[in-house]
T-cell receptor, first 113, second 116 residues
Framework: AAGVIQSPRHLIKEKRETATLKCYPI?????VYWYQQGPGQDPQFLIS???????DKGSIPDRFSAQQFSDYHSELNMSSLELGDSALYFC????????????FGPGTRLTVT | AQKITQTQPGMFVQEKEAVTLDCTYD???????LFWYKQPSSGEMIFLIY??????QNATEGRYSLNFQKARKSANLVISASQLGDSAMYFC?????????????FGAGTRLFVKA
């Protein structure tokens, strides 16, 4: 079965650079969630989209922005990168009304040097 | 406010024995889901088991079972017959509608070490 795809899997950037993470949800899933997991921490919710509209917002820095496109893929744009942005970024997808149907991608590991 | 509490930062278990990982939760919603995920050192988040708030029976998936005590707001994970490959970080998580959308709230995690 098709799973959530995230690209790239690994990314190394320098401070003050920008980064774009991509997420391709499972086919026919219309909701995408982004989570950030710092070293030794639990994942923290950043933002979600349903039918291309922002549906919820968590602890996402103003330097970050995200959107969901017409094909339902989503991109997380991160500017003015800081060392503290080094983390594992997960994308998850679901159908619009699923408490239990939320599937996580493999994650993108971002390292800021 | 929604919250997940895992009070065991680390646990040791002997291979082939059973182990219980504790989880308590807090939510004001009547409809919610409780989940356990396994995260090995490679980083991926592996879904293990799900319990719905209206489910009357405890969920089971192979060697994993969820001890759901709704009145006490606890959702402990029981792993039977531990294997060396079970060594990993385990997250208890909850999903309810909250402020909009079904975002997942995670606990701090419990690192399980299985000894040979």
């Amino acid at each position: 079965a098709a799973g959530v795809i995230q690209s790239p899997r690994h990314l190394i950037k320098e401070k003050r650079e920008t980064a774009t993470l991509k997420c391709y949800p499972i086919p026919r899933h219309d909701t995408v969630y982004w989570y950030q997991q710092g070293p030794g921490q639990d994942p923290q919710f950043l933002i979600s989209f349903y039918e291309k509209m922002q549906s919820d917002k968590g602890s996402i820095p103003d330097r970050f922005s995200a959107q969901q496109f017409s094909d339902y893929h989503s991109e997380l744009n991160m500017s003015s990168l800081e060392l503290g942005d080094s983390a594992l970024y997960f994308c998850a997808s679901s159908t619009g009304t699923g408490i239990h149907e939320q599937y996580f991608g493999p994650g993108t590991r971002l390292t800021v040097t | 406010a929604q919250k997940i509490t895992q009070t065991q930062p680390g646990m040791f278990v002997q291979e082939k024995e059973a182990v219980t990982l504790d989880c308590t939760y807090d939510t004001s919603d009547q409809s919610y889901g409780l989940f356990w995920y396994k995260q090995p050192s490679s980083g991926e988040m592996i879904f293990l088991i799900y319990q719905g708030s209206y489910d009357e029976q405890n969920a089971t998936e192979g060697r994993y079972s969820l001890n759901f005590q709704k009145a006490r707001k606890s959702a402990n994970l029981v792993i039977s017959a531990s294997q060396l490959g079970d060594s990993a970080m385990y997250f208890c998580a909850m999903r309810d509608q909250g402020t909009g959308g079904f975002k997942t709230i995670f606990g701090a995690g419990t690192r399980l070490f299985v000894k040979a």
